[in-house]
């Protein structure tokens, strides 16, 4: 079965800090990612998206993602945090096939905690 | 323009009862995703739904459940003589498109949150 693994549970950073959230999947066919956030007692939010070209994607708020085809790998940065970006982050994979592209698989959470 | 409505953002029910969990889509939107979040886990995609139209429930359980998305009104996820195990957070989703997805006006709401005691 297709699968998204987010290797850390939590990561805490102080503030101003760089910061790098992992993702994986599990297959290397054609894929879409996507990175989404979600703060207190709020719905996901699409922070960016990969579905083609450049395997550097810029998304909301600072952040950006590479896509790496050969480590499979779609892992999150920001050069610097603030504290509001204190909150859940979700990898998330559309695998192109089947006609079944409008369904998501996600990871299980990065709790990022931004501290002064 | 309003989200993604759904509520009640939190619902307790005991073992054996009936719970109703409403999504409103967002104004436009002819496409509603329901997603599961268990606790420690990331969200499971559970069902799609188009007005009157069930396109894709491989990912609800066999029994108990249910989901509906009439001509008029909210799309409905119903759960049946609940259980402990259904305890966690369900998310609807919306989208103008059925590529859901890949669109870029897919969007979640804030989801409700079921406890069964």
């Known amino acids: 079965a297709q699968s998204v693994t987010q290797l850390d549970s939590q990561v805490p950073v102080f503030e101003e800090a760089p910061v790098e959230l992992r993702c994986n999947y599990s297959?290397?066919?054609?894929?879409?990612l996507f990175w989404y956030v979600q703060y207190p007692n709020q719905g996901l939010q699409l922070l960016l998206k990969y579905l083609s070209g450049s395997t550097l994607v810029k998304g909301i708020n600072g952040f950006e993602a590479e896509f790496n085809k050969s480590q499979t790998s779609f892992h999150l940065r920001k050069p610097s945090v603030h504290i509001s970006d204190t909150a859940e982050y979700f990898c998330?994979?559309?695998?192109?096939?089947?006609?079944?592209?409008?369904?998501?698989?996600f990871g299980k959470g990065t709790l990022l905690t931004v501290n002064p | 323009n309003a989200g993604v409505m759904q509520n009640p953002r939190h619902l307790v029910r005991r073992r054996g009862q009936e719970a109703r969990l409403r999504c409103s889509p967002m104004?436009?939107?002819?496409?509603v995703y329901w997603y599961r979040q268990l606790p420690e886990e990331g969200l499971k995609f559970m069902v799609y739904l188009q007005k009157e139209n069930i396109i894709d429930e491989s990912g609800m359980p066999k029994e108990r459940f249910s989901a509906e998305f009439p001509k008029e009104g909210p799309s409905i996820l119903r759960i049946q003589q609940v259980v402990r195990g259904d305890s966690a957070a369900y998310f609807c989703a919306s989208s103008p498109q059925g590529n859901g997805a890949t669109n870029e006006k897919l969007f979640f709401g804030s989801g409700t949150q079921l406890s069964v005691l």
């Open positions: 104004k436009g939107h002819s496409h």
């Open positions: 998330a994979v559309s695998w192109n096939s089947g006609g079944s592209n409008y369904k998501l698989t």
């Open positions: 297959s290397s066919v054609s894929v879409y």
